[in-house]
C-alpha cells in the first residue's frame, strides 16, 4: 500500500486551519489549562476526513500534556467553530500534538554551544 502524497491543496487547507485556529483558540477556548500556545504545524489527510495540529508553548512538559488533553476536549467546540470561518465541504475532525521539535532543536543548539566553549580553552592553549 502507498502512502499518498501530500498534495498542493490538503497544504493549503491545512495552512487555512492553521491560521484561523491560532485566531479562534485565544479568544474562544475558555479552558484554564490552554495558555499562550502557538501553532507551529498542521497537516489534513488526502481525504480531507483529519487534520492533525502541533503546537508548542512555554513550559514544562507536564504543563504541555494538560494543555494538549484541553485543545483535544475542545476539538469539536472548535471544529464547529471553523465551520462558520471556513468555506469547506467538511470540516475535518481536529487533532491537538505537542510539538516537541522546537524543544529538542534548543536543546541541541544548547549541547553544540557546550561543546564549543568546552573546545576554546583547547583551541587557545595550542596556540600558545
Partial sequence: MAVKKETNRTRRIAELIKRELALLIPQSVRDPHVGLVTL?????????????????LLGNLEKAKETERALNRAAGFLRRELHGRVVLRSIPQLRFHYDESVERGARVSSLIDRAMAEDRPKDDESEK
Fill in 40 to 56: 507551529t504545524y498542521a497537516s489534513v489527510s488526502p481525504d480531507m476526513s483529519n487534520a492533525r495540529i502541533y503546537f508548542t
